[in-house]
C-alpha cells in the first residue's frame, strides 16, 4: 500500500467526503480512524483535516470515537501543535468576530476553540502541558522563537492574547 500524501486542498476534499460518509453511517469508527491516520501522518494532510473537522458541522469532533483520538495521540507532537495554532487562531479570531458584531463567525471561532480545548485534553498529557506552556510563555513575551514568531505573524493585539491565554488555561481545568 502507498502511502498518502495529499495536497492540502486534496486533503480538505477527502476530509469533506469522508466526514459525510461517517456521518451517513458508511464508513465504521475504525474505518475512518485509519482514513484521518493516513491523512495526518504528512502536514499538509494533518493542516486539510483539521481545516475541515474543525470548521464543519459534523459532530466528529464533538463526540470523537476512541479509534479517532488513538490515532491523534500516535501522530503525537504534529498533532498537538497543529491543534494548539488552531486554538490560538480561533481564539483570536472570536475576539476580531466579536469587535465587528459578527455573531456567527465569533460563534464558529469559539466552537473551533472549544473543538481544541477538547482535543487538546484526549492527547498526550505531558506534551500537552509542555506545549501550552511554551505558547502561554510567548505571550508573555518569552519563551520558544517559533512561538514568539508565530504570534508576530498574526499581530496579535493585547485582546485577543489574553483570550488565547485564557483558552490554554482552560485546556487544564474541566
Excluded at 500524501?5 to 486534496?10: A, G, I, L, N
Excluded at 510563555?137 to 493585539?157: M, N, P, S, T
Aim: charged fraction near 25%.
Amino acid at each position: 500500500m502507498t502511502k498518502l500524501e495529499p495536497s492540502f486542498k486534496q486533503a480538505i476534499e477527502f476530509s469533506a467526503i469522508w466526514l459525510k460518509a461517517w456521518e451517513a453511517g458508511e464508513l465504521s469508527d475504525e474505518v475512518m480512524a485509519d482514513r484521518i491516520a493516513e491523512l495526518i501522518a504528512s502536514q499538509n494532510g494533518a493542516r486539510g483535516f483539521f481545516a475541515i473537522s474543525l470548521s464543519v458541522d459534523s459532530p466528529l469532533l464533538d463526540r470523537l470515537p476512541e479509534p479517532v483520538v488513538v490515532q491523534l495521540r500516535i501522530a503525537g507532537d504534529r498533532i498537538i501543535d497543529l491543534t494548539i495554532k488552531n486554538l490560538a487562531m480561533s481564539s483570536a479570531m472570536a475576539i476580531t468576530h466579536k469587535r465587528n458584531t459578527d455573531n456567527e463567525l465569533q460563534n464558529r471561532s469559539e466552537r473551533i476553540a472549544y473543538r481544541c480545548i477538547e482535543i487538546l485534553r484526549l492527547l498526550e498529557p505531558n506534551a500537552v502541558k509542555c506545549r501550552l506552556e511554551n505558547l502561554l510563555a510567548a505571550i508573555e513575551g518569552r519563551g520558544l522563537e517559533e512561538d514568539i514568531k508565530f504570534l508576530e505573524k498574526w499581530q496579535y493585539d493585547n485582546d485577543q492574547k489574553l483570550a488565547i491565554a485564557s483558552n490554554i488555561i482552560a485546556v487544564a481545568t474541566q
